[in-house]
């Protein structure tokens, strides 16, 4: 057991440092005047995203909307052909990209969106994730067409590589290789902070909600609750892509489906607040004061929570899709696009309509967080919040595992595919697991945020800089699709 004294010591400790890391990243500007409510104190960095994913829908010319129909069709293996290199399939690929973006941002994240810009924040979180849709597809396009097959058929891809190769194809060689090792690092860091200490310790907050709180049998027993969490994903990650696929592709639909109907279960359980709740989502998104809460609450708090939860533009997911088994980048470009419209246009959308219809989003500004998710579970039955609990748990742990993946390939770039280095990663990564556990969430938080937004630093510069790389690939592909070049595989 871990007395809350030393979970102090170690938040005491953990806090300046997660501090000054977040300064640096969510460097601020000021809109308006203070006492205004339409003041708005935006991070660049936030901004950074948001253009890159707005100018990535108009440059691919929408491929968001025209492009979903062959990316489900990618995705049931319609153009698959077991001969094509690779480690796994299109839905493996799908599944365990999603797997790192539908985490507690998709439940923490959201909490704090609504709770701090009000319902209109639901239709700007909206807007977000289906722009965001074209700046998965760009890199995670690139991460297939320069990553590396190694001689025992395993694959390494991402930013880093295409950074590093793509960049030195275009004449910009040392640029290349100076944002791939910054990708590197930053990643490293976003694996242990968001994809891992921020799911491990919204998670073990949950288990101690639902059994009690602080003054219940688990109160003060955060330490073994995230060793139990560091055992289990140790467990998984040991065999690499392959096993965390596996895992992935059983997991991922199981506890989406689970917690969509969940989620149904309080929306209609209330329905009679419905039509309101629509009322005040469309209301409070197009007033003053609600676009400015919109923007407060998305671009800045719930884009800045839901980061390692959409991740279009950080760069992680496409580490997980450079595995696929194709011959054609594009491919893979089409199938992620898939990625943010079910993280951020379905199960978010899910989480606010739950909240709000509720109401239980009201008063929570000062600490929103999976609690407020949990107050609203509780309006169907008392015990309808250990249902989020067990979502939440599924949602961690698989998140933890992905992000398992990205940090150790992260590592394997730097270190030049060393096996003992990976290794050394991997007990790093389950150590931070029980780190995460026992810090109070602020820190975590800090820390969380600044590293994933780090890595959107390098790699949407890399992104522009090969702009016309990506759309010439992309067009392309869709030229030889609509001649008849690939053929449909009958199923």
Known sequence: MITTGVDDVISDAFTPIADFISGIIFYSIEIGDPESTAYMKIPIIVMWLVIAALFFTIYLKFQNVRGIK??????????????????????????????????????????????????????????????????????????????????????????????RDGLASLGKRKLGRVLAVLFSLFAIGGAIGGGNMFQANQATSQIINVTGGDDGPLGQWRFVIGLVFALAVGAVIIGGIKSIAKVTEKIVPLMAAMYILACLAVIFTNFTAIPDAIGQIFVGAFNPEGIAGGVVGVLIQGFQRAAFSNEAGVGSASIAHSAVKTEEPATEGFVALLEPFIDTVVICTMTALAIIITGTWRGTSSAPGVETTSAAFATVAPWFPILLAVAVVLFAFSTMISWSYYGMKATGYLFKDS?????????????????????????????????????????????????????????????????????????
């Open 70 to 163: 062959h990316a489900i069709n990618l995705v049931r293996g319609r153009y698959s052909k077991p001969e094509d290199a690779g480690e796994v399939s299109h839905f493996q690929a799908l599944t365990t990209a999603i797997s790192g973006t539908v985490g507690l941002g998709n439940i923490a994240g959201v909490a704090v969106a609504v709770s701090i810009g009000g319902p209109g924040a639901t239709f700007w979180m909206i807007l977000v994730g289906f722009l965001s849709m074209s700046t998965k597809m760009a890199e995670c396009t690139l991460g297939v067409k320069y990553r590396m097959t190694h001689a025992d058929g395993s694959v390494s891809g991402g930013p880093m590589y295409y950074l």
């Open 419 to 491: 096996a003992r280095a990976e290794l050394g990663f991997k007990i790093g990564f389950c150590v931070f697991t029980v780190i995460g556990a026992t810090l109070s969430l602020g820190p975590v938080i800090a820390f969380s945020d600044a590293m994933i937004f780090a890595m959107a630093i390098p790699n949407v510069l890399g992104l522009y800089l090969m702009a016309r790389v990506i759309r010439k690939e992309i067009f392309v592909y869709r030229s030889k699709v609509e001649s008849g070049e690939f053929a449909m595989v009958e199923k």
